[in-house]
């Protein structure tokens, strides 16, 4: 196995199953000649030439628009929008047409689009550059959404994100792209998509989280355990639909419960897993539930970001608090 970064993980996964599927393609702003502004589809291009990575103009709605006909007519495309906070310009596309196709023709056509973006904070960039909407997404039928927090889970999810029938949302932590490398699979390699990862197994307190919070979480049950505090730490990989059983059943052993996610702490993907968690473990827990969350405001220019996001004191507090009720 090759020891990989996240951004060299998804890069050798579109090149491995853009060459066994002639019916993958790749478009977007600057994915061909430059390679993507992470270089995330570096080689592509000389690799597949121009008619399967198409590099578009700066025209977010007509990028998601087009792949929509690609994958109604049977192509899969893989849309790259450079940062998240330029989805909005396709949101309409997504909302209004990706998502409601299967139900508007009765299952005779379904879209099968994976869009790709950089997501989240943690390089200090510029507005719009650093936003954490997941939930926006999450919140439409029909689609699905998926935030890989390691380089071998970026391959396995981006390959199952691909080959679903239906519209996914793939959201990729600028902060992981070149964090770390780890040893990932060569060739076919999946990971379901709906299947949670128990990234540290604990029976004091869980702690649920995704994408780029998950190492900051790591390291606060690290630091706990050396006082004799056990915490599991759960990776969702797929933030809609969410792997609610894998949750329960550690709530259920743990009996605690703390969410932590960068976006913004009200009406986000914390406060449905905590909703549901009440209603199906209530009884389980001995003590209320804890987030650990981005605020409530407009992402900060890049002096302030540290101050916005948790970090791994936050979620030794949360871990305190919950473990002393």
Wanted: proline share 6%.
């Amino acid at each position: 196995m090759a020891r990989l970064s996240m951004v060299e993980a998804i890069n050798v996964t579109l090149h491995e199953l853009m060459a066994r599927d002639e019916r993958i393609v790749v478009l977007g702003e600057d994915v061909g000649k430059d390679g993507g502004v992470f270089r995330a589809t570096v080689g592509l291009l000389d690799k597949f030439g121009p008619m399967r990575v198409i590099d578009t103009p700066l025209a977010e709605s007509c990028i998601v628009g087009s792949a929509i006909g690609m994958a109604v007519y049977g192509m899969r495309p893989v849309a790259e929008i450079q940062f998240e906070g330029f989805m909005f310009k396709a949101y309409d596309q997504v909302y209004s047409h990706a998502s409601r196709l299967r139900r508007r023709s009765q299952g005779v056509y379904g879209v099968p689009l994976v869009i790709r973006a950089p997501y989240g904070a943690g390089v200090r960039a510029l507005e719009h550059h650093s936003d954490a909407p997941e939930a926006l997404f999450a919140h439409v039928p029909g689609l699905k959404v998926v935030i890989p927090a390691t380089p071998s889970d970026a391959k396995g999810l981006l390959t199952s994100s691909i080959e679903d029938p239906d519209t996914v949302i793939f959201l990729e932590p600028k902060r992981l792209y070149r964090l770390f490398k780890e040893e990932v699979p060569e060739g076919d390699y999946r990971v379901p998509l709906g299947e949670a990862r128990v990234v540290q197994e604990g029976d004091d307190a869980t702690i649920v989280t995704y994408g780029g919070m998950v190492s900051v979480c790591e390291r606060a049950a690290q630091h706990v355990a050396s006082e004799g505090v056990s915490a599991e730490v759960i990776d969702l990989r797929t933030v809609w639909p969410f792997d609610i059983d894998a949750i329960t059943k550690s709530v259920t052993k743990t009996g605690r419960l703390i969410i932590c996610h960068e976006a913004p702490r009200s009406l986000g993907v914390g406060a449905e897993i905590a909703a549901q968690v009440a209603e199906k473990c209530l009884l389980s827990l001995q003590a209320p539930i804890v987030r650990v969350t981005g605020n409530d405001v407009i992402p900060p220019l890049s002096k302030l970001e540290e101050y916005n996001y948790p970090d791994s004191e936050q979620v030794v507090r949360a871990i305190h608090e919950t473990v002393q009720f």
